[in-house]
Each structure stands twice: as C-alpha cells, then as structure tokens.
C-alpha cells in the first residue's frame, strides 16, 4: 500500500521559514522522483520542484522559476523522505503543498505523477 504523509506546515510571517517532510512507504523509493506541488485557494495545481536520484550523491533537480533562490528540495533514501526547504516566505506562498511520486522513468512535462499524498497548509502572513 502506497503512502505519502507530509509534515511540517503551518503558519509563518512573510520573510521566515518553514520545512515539509514527506515520509513515503510501499514502493522503491530511491527509483522514482520525488515532488512537491501546491494549490493556493481557488487556483490550480502548481508545480513546485522535483529531484530524482541518479546515483552516487547526485541528483537532477528541477525548480519552478516562481520560488528559485528560495525553496530547495532534497531527498534521503535511507529515510524515505522528500523535503522542501522554504525560505523567503511570501504571502502569495499560502497554499496546500503535497509531495507527489513518479516513476523515474515516466518523468517529464506534462507526464502525471502516480502517488499522491493528501497535503499539508502552509499560511503566510504579511
């Protein structure tokens, strides 16, 4: 059975910080990439960053141009764990974020991604 549970959201002032987790079960983690998107009230899912692991202590990330400089995504596959580094936070980042799975080898734009966790808030005040 699939799982992604995120952790870590919550309410920040404009300029802090926050960081998700997502503890993921039931499928070969260090084989597929890992991602984070969100969906602010009233809009549509938004890509956020993804990574996937190409060996060694390398890994390819891509990041949406509208949080680059100030989220980062990284992963442990010892942990099963993606994460999302938040810095910078400004209100128009208040949204819910989930952590997505696809296959490694399905990646791409405009592919779907297979697994889906239910999603954590984040709220940022001005």
């Known amino acids: 059975q699939v799982q992604l549970i995120e952790s870590g959201g919550g309410l920040a002032q404009a300029g802090g910080s926050l960081r998700l987790s997502c503890v993921a079960s039931?499928?070969?983690?260090?084989?597929?990439?890992m991602g984070w998107f969100r969906q602010a009230p009233g809009a549509g899912r938004e890509f956020v960053a993804a990574i996937r692991y190409t060996g060694g202590n390398t890994y390819y990330i891509d990041t949406a141009d509208s949080v680059k400089g100030r989220f980062s995504i990284s992963r442990v596959n010892a942990k099963n764990t993606v994460y999302l580094q938040m810095n910078s936070l400004k209100p128009e980042d208040t949204a819910v974020y989930s952590c997505?799975?696809?296959?490694?080898?399905?990646?791409?734009?405009?592919?779907?991604?297979?697994?889906w966790g239910q999603g954590t808030q984040v709220t940022v005040s001005s």
């Open positions: 997505a799975a696809v296959d490694r080898f399905k990646y791409g734009p405009g592919n779907p991604f297979d697994y």
């Open positions: 039931g499928f070969m983690f260090s084989q597929y990439v």
